[in-house]
Structure formats: C-alpha cells, structure tokens
C-alpha cells in the first residue's frame, strides 16, 4: 500500500513540473467549478419543488460572475443587440423626438423634437400630445413602452393620433420611420472672432469625420485658435479617438498602446494632419473618460495640446466584443492602454479586490513620473491630470432636486402651451421667475439646503450620544434660522436656476444647438480657459 502511494506521488510530482504550475493551478479550478456549478443545475432541475425559472436564473448567475471582474465587462444576449448597435454607432429606426409621460394613465406627449427628424418633418411640436400610436391607446403604455412602438425598420409608417397643442385639435398623422442618429457633434462655432468651439459628447463611429468637416468649416470662417470640450464625455471606439489625434499631429505619431494577455497593440497616426501648429485646448472633467482620455493624454504628451479642466476619470481599459452562442454576445475588458510616454491613467485597480469584494483607487503615493515630447512631467494612475487647473461651479442640494427632478423640464412644457415664440436664441432671457417660482413651489421635491441636512444629521447624532437636552436651546434657535419654505428656497437660487430654465426653454424652440448657445453665455470654465496666459 505505501509503495502505491508513494507511485501516485512520484507521477504528480513529475505532471506538475511538466505542466507550468500557474496554468495548472487555474485550469484546475476553472474545471472544478464548472463541474460543480453543472451539477448544481442537474440536481436543481431533477429534485427542486417547483418548475424552475430557468432563464432567470442563468442570466442572474452569468450577470453576476462578470460582476466580480469589472463594471465592463457585460453579456449582451440576442433581444438587446439593437441597444449595443445604439452604444455603438447612436443610430435608430424612429421617428426622431424625445418624450415626456407625466404618468401611465395619462397621454404622452412629445417633448423635444429632433432637428429635421420625421418628427419635426410632420409638425409633431413640443406640447402635442399623442393620443394613440397604430390605434393602441397610449393612457396604459409606459413611456418605455411607447417609446418602443415608436421604434421600428426605417421606411415604415407609425400611424399618430395627435392632440396639437396650439389648436386643441385631433388629427391623424403618419410618420415614415427613418434611421435616426444622434451625432457626437453636438455643437461647432465661433465663440469669438478667433475662436473655433466644438462640443463632442461620444466617440462612436464617424465622430472623426465630423469633427474634420468641423475643424475645416471654423477654420475657413477665421479661426485662428481652437477648443475641444470633451468634458462629460464617457469615450466610445478606440480608433475613432486614434483619428481624432491624427487631425493635430505628424503622420507616424504613437497615440496608444494597448496591453493584454492575448495581444498588443500600438496605434499610430496613419493620416495626414489638418494642422500641426494652431493652439489646442482640451477641456475635460471627471466624466471625460476612456477614449477622451486617450484623446487628451496623446495631445498633452506629444505636447500638441493645453489640456484644462478637472482630473479626468481614470478609464485606462479596452474593451471588445465577442459573439457567443444563440447570437449573443460579450463585451469584455482585453487589455490596458497606455499613452505615448508610457502611462496608464486606470484609477481603479479591479484585480485587487478587499475582502468584501470592494475595490479602490490607486493611491498617489503609487503613481509614477512619466515625460511629455518635451521633458514635461506627467503621472500615471488615475486620469489625466489637466496642465491648467479650472475651478468647477457647485451647485447646491435645491438646483440639483429640481434639475434632476424634472421640475425645470416640466415647466418649460408648460411655457411653451402660454408662448408661441421666444426671441432668437442670443437675444433670449427668461425674466419670467416668477411664473417658475409659482410653477415648482406645488410639487415634491427635497428642498432642504446641504446645511439643513447636516443639522438633522447632527440632530440625530446628539440624539443618539443623550447630548440633545443639552444643547436642545441652541439647536431650536438654529432649526428656526434654518427652516424655509420652498418658495424663500428657490428665490434665493435664482442665479443657479435662471440658466438651466432658459437652456431647456431654448431647446423647445431652436433644438439642441440652442441650448449649448445657452450654456456658453454661462461657461465660467471656458472663460477662464480663454483667459490663460499659456494660450
């Protein structure tokens, strides 16, 4: 018996030297928990009580195991290939209008009509109500599910019937579907007499051409300097950020490089430059991420650039997809990018993961110098870090409740039922405050300042220490100065809010040009970066 067992251990002695014991070691474990993991399934369908939802429960398990890798990496099975096509390319069969259910049982009504979409082609304004949609009432769909029958092959017909809001009249209209795609250029002009601006939202596919058109277009009207905003940007392709870089530097330059365990890769320009001299700024923030980042680390280390703003996300992973079995697919993280000098700018570091499955940012402490083109010095490790510093506004707890509420969305509907025009956009001021104070002051919303919050906070606190008999005189004479009534709340924020109001009023009138118009009147940021002393 000990010389059978002594065999045994002279045989895996001699498989594990001759298999790399890493690679062993890791499919081993793969193959011991598919095993058990299909033994569990097996089990579960011959013995459990009640018929299985089986479905359910594998995309549950699948979403889950990608879960403990990173927030990327997602399965995408066949029923939601059109919205990867959307993330992809921003192109839909539709109609071309953004919609507004107040609630189910009421109608919908169309918000915002895109530029010359089938939409606005038919005269479906801001205000008109759609009664039905191919003669289904739309009083039990949900704004999901109209928006869904709006949806279809382009060069199909939608049959409206419409409620129009200048005339109360009811009237039947049909809209032939067409491939609807909403551009990455949200906005390109003159700021100035010498100033290009282009406001780029994604980097799906086409955005460099439309940003080369675009450069070309500003610079035959004069331009003799030129800003990129690419703040809240969250990326997109890869090569569409790679073409991006090559309008501003040689033909040759490295853009990026990307590390993984299947491959590398280096990208460089393979295109002649629209211009190599004229001064560039970069505006980004802490939602400029991935392929703004590699936009906007590639021009700061080739030094072609003058990146401003705030520190940029820190999304230093490539991801691809796979196709899978019964036309699904996986969008997997492949490999790290890393800018010409040499630097990754990932923040977050989804291999280390504490014990309570959380992850974290990597420290500075752990960041390393890189050099631009130049010998300027840069780090690695989390975003970019912008050459030039632009302080951000801060808005208080009330704008952000009525903003992201839809309070300011709701009352400009309700603006345009009482106005049929406003004056041309750069003439256009809302002076009507009052109208709005009235308006809001009638719905919910959390209208406690960021002060009256800690208050209760502390109140709490005390409470909880049997501090608060103590103190209870102070804190009653401080509730008191505290506590207001939403209308006080909101006049005092009349500054904040006077121009997200005129932005969404903007844009029911002149389309969303209008409203980035609007938001430049207030840029304190793209102030001060035409203020620089670098440019």
Same mark, same amino acid.
């Given at each position: 018996?000990?010389?059978?067992?002594?065999?045994?251990?002279?045989?895996?002695?001699?498989? &594990?030297?001759?298999?790399?014991?890493?690679?062993?070691?890791?499919?081993?474990?793969?193959?011991?928990?598919?095993?058990?993991?299909?033994?569990?399934?097996?089990?579960?369908?011959?013995?459990?009580?009640?018929?299985?939802?089986?479905?359910?429960?594998?995309?549950?398990?699948?979403?889950?195991?990608?879960?403990?890798?990173?927030?990327?990496?997602?399965?995408?099975?066949?029923?939601?290939?059109?919205?990867?096509?959307?993330?992809?390319?921003?192109?839909?069969?539709?109609?071309?209008?953004?919609?507004?259910?107040?609630?189910?049982?009421?109608?919908?009504?169309?918000? +915002?009509?895109?530029?010359?979409?089938?939409?606005?082609?038919?005269?479906?304004?801001?205000?008109?109500?759609?009664?039905?949609?191919?003669?289904?009432?739309?009083?039990?769909?949900?704004?999901?599910?109209?928006?869904?029958?709006?949806?279809?092959?382009?060069?199909?017909?939608?049959?409206?019937?419409?409620?129009?809001?200048?005339?109360?009249?009811?009237?039947?209209?049909?809209?032939?579907?067409?491939?609807?795609?909403?551009?990455?250029?949200?906005?390109?002009?003159?700021?100035?007499?010498?100033?290009?601006?282009?406001?780029?939202?994604?980097?799906?596919?086409?955005?460099?051409?439309?940003?080369?058109?675009?450069?070309?277009?500003?610079?035959?009207?004069?331009?003799?300097?030129?800003?990129?905003?690419?703040?809240?940007?969250?990326?997109?392709?890869?090569?569409?950020?790679?073409?991006?870089?090559?309008?501003?530097?040689?033909?040759?330059?490295?853009?990026?490089?990307?590390?993984?365990?299947?491959?590398?890769?280096?990208?460089?320009?393979?295109?002649?430059?629209?211009?190599?001299?004229?001064?560039?700024?970069?505006?980004?923030?802490?939602?400029?991420?991935?392929?703004?980042?590699?936009?906007?680390?590639?021009?700061?280390?080739?030094?072609?650039?003058?990146?401003?703003?705030?520190?940029?996300?820190?999304?230093?992973?490539?991801?691809?997809?796979?196709?899978?079995?019964?036309?699904?697919?996986?969008?997997?993280?492949?490999?790290?990018?890393?800018?010409?000098?040499?630097?990754?700018?990932?923040?977050?570091?989804?291999?280390?993961?504490?014990?309570?499955?959380?992850?974290?940012?990597?420290?500075?402490?752990?960041?390393?110098?890189?050099?631009?083109?130049?010998?300027?010095?840069?780090?690695?490790?989390?975003?970019?870090?912008?050459?030039?510093?632009?302080?951000?506004?801060?808005?208080?707890?009330?704008?952000?409740?009525?903003?992201?509420?839809?309070?300011?969305?709701?009352?400009?509907?309700?603006?345009?039922?009482?106005? +049929?025009?406003?004056?041309?956009?750069?003439?256009?001021?809302?002076? +009507?405050?009052?109208?709005?104070?009235?308006?809001?002051?009638?719905?919910?919303?959390?209208?406690?300042?960021? &002060?009256?919050?800690?208050?209760?906070?502390?109140?709490?606190?005390?409470?909880?220490?049997?501090?608060?008999?103590?103190?209870? =005189?102070?804190?009653?004479?401080?509730?008191?100065?505290?506590?207001?009534?939403?209308?006080?709340?909101?006049?005092?924020?009349?500054?904040?809010?006077?121009?997200?109001?005129?932005? =969404?009023?903007?844009?029911?009138?002149?389309?969303?040009?209008?409203?980035?118009?609007?938001?430049?009147?207030?840029?304190?940021?793209?102030?001060?970066?035409?203020?620089?002393?670098?440019?």
């Amino acid at each position: 018996m000990k010389r059978t067992v002594r065999f045994f251990a002279v045989v895996l002695t001699a498989l &594990a030297i001759s298999v790399p014991a890493g690679a062993q070691s890791k499919n081993f474990r793969l193959a011991k928990w598919t095993e058990i993991y299909g033994a569990i399934v097996k089990e579960l369908n011959r013995s459990y009580v009640d018929s299985l939802p089986v479905d359910r429960m594998q995309r549950a398990a699948v979403d889950a195991m990608l879960e403990q890798l990173d927030p990327y990496t997602v399965y995408i099975p066949e029923e939601e290939n059109e919205d990867l096509r959307m993330m992809i390319n921003k192109s839909y069969g539709g109609i071309g209008a953004v919609i507004y259910k107040p609630d189910v049982d009421g109608n919908v009504i169309i918000n +915002e009509p895109y530029e010359n979409s089938p939409a606005h082609k038919n005269s479906l304004s801001c205000g008109d109500e759609i009664l039905s949609i191919d003669s289904e009432s739309t009083h039990s769909l949900t704004s999901a599910q109209a928006s869904e029958k709006m949806r279809g092959e382009p060069h199909t017909t939608v049959v409206f019937e419409v409620k129009k809001l200048r005339t109360g009249d009811t009237v039947t209209v049909n809209v032939v579907r067409e491939s609807i795609h909403l551009p990455d250029i949200e906005y390109a002009g003159m700021i100035d007499p010498q100033t290009g601006y282009v406001l780029q939202s994604g980097f799906t596919e086409g955005v460099s051409d439309d940003l080369r058109k675009a450069f070309l277009k500003l610079k035959s009207q004069g331009m003799k300097k030129f800003v990129l905003d690419l703040r809240g940007n969250g990326g997109g392709l890869l090569q569409e950020a790679v073409d991006i870089v090559s309008l501003f530097v040689p033909k040759g330059s490295v853009v990026v490089t990307s590390k993984g365990p299947a491959e590398s890769h280096t990208w460089k320009t393979t295109k002649e430059p629209l211009d190599i001299n004229m001064p560039l700024i970069v505006l980004v923030d802490s939602g400029s991420a991935s392929a703004s980042e590699i936009v906007s680390g590639a021009l700061q280390d080739l030094d072609r650039a003058t990146i401003m703003g705030r520190r940029t996300f820190g999304k230093g992973l490539v991801q691809s997809i796979r196709s899978l079995p019964y036309n699904g697919q996986i969008k997997l993280t492949t490999a790290k990018y890393y800018t010409p000098s040499g630097r990754c700018v990932q923040a977050i570091d989804y291999s280390n993961r504490n014990d309570d499955g959380s992850v974290g940012a990597i420290p500075d402490s752990l960041t390393r110098e890189f050099h631009t083109a130049s010998g300027r010095t840069v780090r690695d490790g989390g975003g970019i870090t912008p050459d030039v510093e632009l302080e951000s506004r801060d808005y208080s707890r009330v704008t952000y409740a009525v903003v992201l509420g839809g309070i300011v969305e709701q009352y400009a509907l309700e603006f345009v039922r009482k106005h +049929e025009s406003i004056p041309a956009v750069d003439d256009f001021h809302f002076c +009507e405050f009052d109208d709005f104070v009235n308006f809001a002051k009638d719905k919910e919303f959390d209208y406690r300042s960021y &002060a009256r919050t800690y208050f209760d906070q502390t109140r709490k606190e005390l409470e909880k220490d049997g501090l608060l008999d103590t103190v209870a =005189e102070q804190m009653d004479a401080l509730e008191k100065a505290l506590d207001m009534d939403k209308e006080t709340v909101l006049r005092l924020k009349k500054d904040e809010l006077i121009p997200f109001i005129e932005e =969404e009023i903007a844009v029911r009138y002149y389309f969303q040009a209008a409203g980035v118009r609007i938001r430049l009147r207030y840029d304190e940021q793209l102030k001060q970066a035409l203020q620089s002393p670098l440019i």
